[in-house]
DNA sequence: GCAGTTAATGAATCGCATG
DNA sequence: CCATGCGATTCATTAACTG
């Protein structure tokens, strides 16, 4: 554990003892050696079983856990029947449904344990909550990093219908990064974004420069001939949400668009990198990895969500292999992968 | 206190005696009974002193404490000394430095539980941090009010030069809310913020209207006649900071825009109301108040923000009262205003 | 092809009906 | 009486269609 504040959360039986993680094994089901892949199993049994393999060489970790919304979420698929409305079939996708904060909590605190051996020097991880639950993640998490290790509370702004409520309407998820070492360079690719309007008004796209007088004062900024790239990137992002409609939807719920997977994994990894998503989900953070030449292991409990990031990875053509987590079989020699027959 | 979640923070110390509020009473400086009020004198003692008066007839709390900087602060002022440069002179205007979060987190925790009595049951209190405590203050703040009472995270996001930093540019504060009583009707005005480009492109101004078939199913949206008034406020808010040179500046450290208090303000009460700024500074909730109507009371420990508060307040031909706190005087009778002969 | 129009529906939220 | 569900609300976005 990082250096800590003293100022812990603390709840009943939080001290007592951890249920032990069920050991599994995995085992290959398709596909070769690929720089994607895809792992069918609950994270934290899996991550214990990759933790050989994988520790101190993962520069990022993107997890969407569930947000504690007290719902089940179902898969939307579409068939079209010929005649006219087409026929919405649901498919329940993943539950997240908790007896109390505490087990939530103690649920993704196991997770974050143990990704924190994983990440390398310069890695970082990234949560993605929403404002009911991200300021208990983010004490916890500081707990677990160290609070020197918090880097960016990242606001994703979007829009969406209004709701009737007597309240600011919530337009915000939260993102919040820790690094795995403070003292070390991070991993750190700096993107821009546009200028505000008001800047291009006065200062058209050319770099602003300080000027100083003789005796180290600010007198006024000059405009340079250079263009400039625009604002480094800022922590508050507005990227809309998949339309209804959109191409990128899959039907599975929550989905995140990649346009905001594309800002984490460019700006936190290179190519080459090991990227981790362990609530994988329809398989956004595999996609944008790929894309942007990552190498990248995805995991999810769901076989819904499994089944719709195989299709998406295929679609995309994508090269990935796909492995599934079974119990270990304490008879024959542990650790080994066994071949799948199909 | 409301229902609590059973996860609280907890550090060492934090269940021992708390020391006892140094009482004192209100002594008339300046003014007749103003809607108005400036009160000097430590927020804590004050809150105390006044709970008498306004026990359960506070609609709207805005706190603006230290944000854990471990900095000390200062006023700037320019004098014009006729020849060229300005000269710029710098007063101690408040510390912000502590020793460790926990004392922080007491310090504020003490405020809001004493807040929290004088809260009407359609009030609510907004506490301004940035994104290093405000996970923190947010679950103390849980704990004091319930996380039932918890109502938005708004998210104040501003432009500024950019730092040369491997991380994402920090450019946001947050603003916490939490409702006195969440199962009364809250005070809340709907304000309205310009609809998205891409909806004025596709609907213009008309406002949409959902269109069913017989089955219960929408079909699809028409555009109505009547004028949508924008979309419902939501809690991401871009407001600019206050210009270095800008008109409102009144030099004083950390001071906030009026538009950002003309939104909470605007949204969180209605005329005539009482709104308590326990950590005045430049006193920008004041003015605001008076410009929309409000009755409000101010409170501050630096008479350098008690100086600029007065001035802005005069400047503005706002009328207003002066108080300031002194120790009670156990030989007299207490809670008795005493006449300060000037 | 390109621009303008129409269709479809979503990590929402409240209130009222229904068991 | 408490839990659950669905109707009503109406902005944002992209696909599909039309001229």
Redesign the pocket.
């Known amino acids: 554990m990082g250096k800590s504040w003293s100022v812990l959360l603390s709840w009943p039986g939080r001290t007592g003892p951890e249920a032990a993680v069920p050991e599994v094994e995995l085992e290959r089901v398709a596909g070769d050696d690929s720089a994607i892949r895809i792992v069918h199993g609950d994270n934290e049994g899996v991550l214990q079983a990759m933790a050989p393999e994988l520790e101190g060489k993962v520069s990022l970790v993107y997890l969407?856990?569930?947000?504690f919304?007290m719902r089940e979420?179902e898969r939307?698929t579409?068939r079209k029947s010929g005649t006219s409305?087409?026929v919405?079939i649901l498919t329940p996708a993943f539950d997240?449904r908790w007896c109390g904060l505490e087990s939530y909590l103690s649920s993704l605190r196991s997770r974050l344990v143990l990704l924190r051996k994983l990440l390398s020097p310069h890695g970082s991880v990234v949560v993605?909550v929403?404002p009911r639950t991200s300021h208990y993640v983010k004490v916890l998490g500081d707990e677990i990093f160290g609070p020197d290790a918090f880097a960016s509370e990242i606001v994703w702004r979007?829009?969406?219908?209004?709701?009737?409520?007597?309240?600011f309407?919530?337009v915000h998820d939260v993102l919040l990064r820790w690094v795995a070492d403070p003292c070390a360079a991070p991993r750190f690719t700096q993107l821009y974004e546009e200028l505000a309007p008001s800047t291009l008004k006065t200062w058209g796209r050319g770099k602003q420069k300080a000027v100083f007088d003789g005796t180290g004062r600010r007198r006024r900024s000059s405009t340079e001939q250079a263009p400039s790239p625009g604002v480094p990137l800022g922590d508050v992002w507005e990227i809309?949400?998949?339309?209804?409609?959109?191409?990128?939807r899959t039907g599975y719920?929550?989905?995140?668009p990649e346009g905001l997977l594309e800002r984490v994994i460019g700006a936190l990894s290179e190519p080459g990198d090991i990227v981790l998503d362990p609530y994988m989900g329809s398989g956004t953070t595999l996609s944008v990895a790929a894309k942007l030449g990552r190498r990248a292991v995805g995991m999810d409990q769901s076989h819904v969500a499994v089944g719709v990031t195989r299709e998406r990875l295929a679609a995309a053509g994508v090269q990935f292999s796909e492995f599934r987590a079974v119990p270990v079989q304490r008879q024959q020699a542990p650790g080994q992968l066994r071949r799948h027959a199909p």
């Open positions: 969407d856990p569930p947000f919304t979420f939307v579409r409305p087409p919405r997240d993605h929403d979007y829009r969406r219908w209004p709701a009737r409520t007597p309240n309407q919530r809309s949400i998949i339309a209804p409609v959109g191409r990128e719920p929550t989905q995140k």
